[in-house]
């Protein structure tokens, strides 16, 4: 008799076991090529930024599409020039601010030039309630306010009256800001756009005919913009009562009394945005 052969279960099914496949070898990349990760996240100056930290929606669709990510950036100084202080500001950031007031989180004004004007206010939906207003009167006690509250990060938004400000002290502000989660934006004359800012984001704010914000964002990540952005923006309750006359105010002007730059975009506010404006 022949003997059992003894089968060793293990070494049958190690026997046929297919092998690994190769991995695939990696493309080598070109002479001055960069890995795709730190591609992603490099920015090139002839295109616009894209969203590095948060945004808050403007409020206006025109805007957002032209801003970087999207939105008012936060972690951020934002100046916004304008040739009459105190009014203007109001009518750009209110759809913004009501949006920090419905998080529940607080919107702090330092040094306005004018009293914030409270039943305005409460047309685009910014609380009293969660409204701070410091009155500093000089440069000094302004910044200095505004650097406890950046450090502190004691506010959903932070709006700046600084109209005599060094280059170094933006410079330092800008770098506190990093820190802060909610956008600060600092109010300054138009003619500080001759000055160097160390602010990523920087506008130039009028008011034009037809109840209408002009827009010029001559500072961004990104390309400066060619076009002036046009947004619609009745001020306080006056939307409900004004006639078709006066709603088009600049058509009972001679044609050529005011005539516009070529090249304009214009909006109106975003739909979620309230019939009434602040003032």
Known sequence: MHP???WQEDDLSSAFTPA???PTP???RLPGELPMAVAAAIWRGDQLGGPVSAVLASGFDALDAQLPG???PCHGVIEILAPQSGIL???LLGPALRQVCAAGRAVVVVGPPKAPHLPGLRFEGIDERQLVWVRADTPSERLWSAEQLVKANACGALVVWLPQVRAEQVRRLQVLAAGCEGPVFLC???TAARESSAAPLRLQARVGPDWELHL?????KGPPLEDTLRLGSVPGGLRAILTPRLRFPSRLLPSDAHREAEHVVVSTPAPDRPR???H
């Open 26 to 28: 990696r493309p080598a």
């Open 70 to 72: 999207g939105g008012w």
């Open 216 to 220: 010029s964002i001559f500072k961004r």
């Open 188 to 190: 300054r004359p138009i």
């Open 4 to 6: 059992a052969l003894d």
């Open 20 to 22: 690994a496949p190769a």
């Open 276 to 278: 009434h404006a602040v």
């Open 89 to 91: 500001e109001w009518r």
